[in-house]
C-alpha cells in the first residue's frame, strides 16, 4: 500500500443548491477538472470523490455533491447521494445562494451530524441587496472566484485552522513500550495474494508506532509460535473466526482481542455493541438479523459475513431467525430489525459508522460487530479485551 486508504482520510463535502458554485469550487481546490460545471441546473448528478494532499492539513478526500433543491426527475436519487455524502463528512463546506431562507434551513441540518463547517459564497454573487449581505455576517463566509487564486488560497487556509480531532490509536489503552504482541492472521481465500488485508495492515503499523515487539503467525503454527517465545504474549490478537481456537490455546496471562473488535472500539461505540448482542440471550430469539458488510468485493464460499456468521447463528437459532444482508456504501434505512451486525468498517471514515451507530440508537435497534458477535457465540465474549 502507497496510498493512504480513503478510510483515514478527512473527509470534506461540499454543499449547496444547484448553480450555487460547488463544482468550480472543487476544481479549483484540486487544481483539476473533477467536476463538470455547467449553467444547467443539476449537472452534478453524483457525488464525486477526489482524493488529494493538502499541506498542512494531510491527506484528504474532497466530495462534490449535487444541489440539495434538485428538482430533477432523478432529484429524489440525488438528494440520497447527498445524504450518504454528509454522513460521512468530517468537514463540509457550504456555498450560500441568492435563496438565504433555504440555504439556512440546510446548514441547520448540516448541523445536527455535528460537522466542522466553512461557509462559502461566490464573488459573482455579490450584487446581492445589502440586507442579504447583512444576514450572512454572522457566518463570516470567504467571497470565491475561481478567477482569483487568492480566494482559493484563503479557502485552503480556513481548513487547515480547524482543530483536528483528538487522534486514537486502535490498541489505544491495551499496549505500551516494548510489549510483547502475537497477531494470529490466518491466510484464507478472502486474504489478497501477495498483500495482507486492510486490518492487518493497520494493526501492524499502530503497534510499530508505539514501540510493540511484534510478532506474527497463522493458525496452524500458533503452538510452534509460542512455545518458541522466551515470554508470554501480553497481547494476542486474532481474526474473530479464530477466537475460539486461539482462546484455547493462550497463556492464561495473555490478553485476547480480535481485529474487529479493535475497529468497532475505534470507529464504532463498543458498549453499545456489547450491550445489542445481549439481545440474543432470548433463547427462543427468532427475530430478524441485517449483516452489514462495507466491502464490495463479490461473496466467497468462507466469506465472514455470507457464510460463516450466519451459520452459527442457525446452528443456535435454527430457522426461526430470518437475515438480510447489505454491502458496500447502503446501510439500513426503514425495515424493523431485531439486531445489526456490522462488520469492522475498517473501509469506511470513522465519522460514517458513527453515524450509523448514531441511527441505531435514535431508532431504539440493537447494533452489535462481527467479532463482538462470535465471541458471544462461541461463549468467550467475558474473556475477551478491549
Same mark, same amino acid.
Given at each position: ?14 454543499? !449547496? ?18 467536476? #463538470? ?21 494531510? *491527506? ?52 445536527? &451530524?455535528?460537522?466542522?463547517?466553512? &461557509? =462559502? ?19 463570516? *463566509? ?11 488560497? $484563503? ?8 482543530? *483536528? ?5 486502535? $490498541? ?46 497463522? %493458525? ?12 508470554? *504474549? ?26 474487529? @473488535? ?5 470507529? !464504532? ?16 430469539? !427468532?427475530?430478524? #438479523? ?22 452459527? %447463528? ?24 431485531? %439486531?445489526? @451486525?456490522? =462488520?469492522?468498517? =475498517? ?25 463482538? %458477535?462470535?465471541? &458471544?457465540?462461541?461463549? #468467550? ?6
Amino acid at each position: 500500500m502507497i496510498n493512504t486508504p480513503s478510510s483515514l482520510r478527512t473527509h470534506i463535502g461540499i454543499f !449547496g443548491k444547484t448553480n450555487s458554485g460547488k463544482s468550480s469550487l472543487i476544481n479549483a481546490i484540486t487544481g483539476q477538472e473533477v467536476s #463538470i460545471v455547467s449553467d444547467i441546473s443539476g449537472t452534478t448528478t453524483d457525488s464525486i470523490s477526489k482524493t488529494m494532499e493538502v499541506p498542512g492539513l494531510g *491527506p484528504v478526500v474532497f466530495i462534490d455533491t449535487p444541489g440539495y433543491d434538485d428538482k430533477s426527475i432523478l432529484g429524489s436519487k440525488r438528494l440520497e447521494q447527498t445524504k450518504k455524502a454528509i454522513e460521512k463528512s468530517d468537514v463540509g463546506i457550504f456555498l450560500f445562494s441568492k435563496d438565504f431562507d433555504e440555504d439556512k434551513k440546510f446548514v441547520d441540518y448540516l448541523k445536527t &451530524y455535528n460537522m466542522k463547517l466553512i &461557509y =462559502c459564497i461566490s464573488k459573482s454573487d455579490l450584487r446581492l441587496d445589502k440586507e442579504y449581505l447583512e444576514k450572512l455576517e454572522e457566518y463570516n *463566509p470567504i467571497y470565491f472566484s475561481i478567477k482569483d487564486k487568492d480566494s482559493t488560497n $484563503t479557502l485552503i487556509e480556513a481548513l487547515k485552522t480547524l482543530e *483536528p480531532e483528538e487522534e486514537r490509536t486502535l $490498541t489505544e489503552g491495551l499496549v505500551k513500550d516494548s510489549d510483547l504482541v502475537l497477531l494470529v492472521m490466518p491466510q484464507d481465500i478472502q486474504a489478497p495474494k501477495g498483500r495482507l488485508i486492510l486490518p492487518q495492515v493497520h494493526t501492524i503499523r499502530d503497534l510499530l508506532d508505539q514501540k510493540a515487539l511484534v510478532v506474527s503467525t497463522v %493458525l496452524d503454527r500458533l503452538d510452534e509460535s509460542l512455545a518458541i517465545l522466551n515470554r508470554p *504474549p501480553d497481547l494476542i490478537i486474532t481474526d474473530s473466526q479464530c477466537f475460539k481456537e486461539v482462546f484455547n490455546k493462550k497463556p492464561k496471562e495473555s490478553k485476547l482481542t480480535s481485529f474487529s @473488535v479493535l475497529f468497532s472500539k475505534l470507529k !464504532g461505540n463498543i458498549d453499545y455493541f456489547i450491550h445489542s448482542v445481549k439481545v440474543l440471550d432470548k433463547k427462543d430469539f !427468532g427475530g430478524k #438479523i441485517l449483516i452489514c458488510e462495507a466491502c464490495t468485493h463479490s461473496p466467497l464460499e468462507e466469506d465472514i459475513g455470507r457464510i460463516k456468521i450466519p451459520n452459527l %447463528l442457525k446452528k443456535k437459532f435454527g430457522d426461526k431467525v430470518q437475515i438480510d444482508f447489505l454491502r458496500g456504501g447502503d446501510f439500513w434505512e426503514n425495515t424493523d430489525y431485531d %439486531l445489526i @451486525v456490522h =462488520c469492522g468498517g =475498517c473501509m469506511l471514515n470513522t465519522k460514517t459508522m458513527e453515524n450509523r451507530v448514531k441511527k441505531a440508537i435514535e431508532n431504539k435497534i440493537p447494533m452489535t460487530n462481527y467479532g463482538i %458477535l462470535i465471541a &458471544y457465540l462461541k461463549e #468467550i465474549l467475558e474473556d475477551i479485551t478491549y
